[in-house]
């Protein structure tokens, strides 16, 4: 294709990205008051801990709050719930530009990365309530924290996201080790500035300014790029035992 004829075909693409995930904020704006308990789940559990007769309910500061709330809710709703037809379309993009192998390895990472990006938002749920509970805790009995639907859902929501997508990283660092773009010696050689980027990148996802959340979040990117490591060795090892075949 020529380059207009590109363009026309990512427009076309990010105009269905965009209508998924337009209708999947839509069913996440009519779910917010079912999901909103789940949501709030992790704040209960850590103020149970702290404060056993507080309420966990959530405060609003401004009239329009509950509606950004929930418009903040639902769209993060939908980019979970239109996240298929989301890395279809990316697929379907970059696939005339992948050989024959690359366009078999694609759509099974395309469905992966769509469980990765769940199970990051499922650990983002098991540790939220004790990075919680560690910060309204901090400055001890005496300062009693009193959280916005606002500000906690926007913890809440940000860290599930970045939880999300620092889970696809082991899946795009062995999908280019697949096609043969990166090397297990390349990544190990790369292990030191690695592991500052994984630092500095942490200290820039995560809502907050501790280390706790700052170690919550790098701790896994650091197994991951470990275990990326070893699945391109492991593929190495597969690719030239087929060569001597």
Known sequence: MTLFEHLAELRTRLFRALLALAVGSIVGYVLFPWVLQGLVDPYCQALAVLRPEDSCNLI?????EPFSVRM????????????PVIFYQLWRFITPGL???ERRYALPFVILSQVMFALGIGFAYLVIPQGLR?????????V?????ANEYLSFFLTTSVAFGLVFELPLVLVF?????ILQSAQL???????????LVAAAFITPTTDAVTLLLMAGPMILFYEFSIVAARLI???????SRA
């Open 99 to 101: 050989t024959r192998t």
């Open 144 to 148: 009693e924290t009193m959280l916005s």
């Open 72 to 83: 903040k809710t639902a769209v993060v709703i939908g980019l979970f719930v239109g996240g």
């Open 60 to 64: 609003a500061l401004r009239p329009l």
């Open 188 to 198: 190990r050689a790369w292990r030191p500035y690695a592991y500052v980027v994984i």
């Open 134 to 142: 560690i910060l309204l805790g901090i400055a001890g009995p005496d």
């Open 236 to 242: 190495e090892r597969a690719r030239r035992r087929r």
């Open 176 to 180: 280019l080790s697949l096609v043969g």
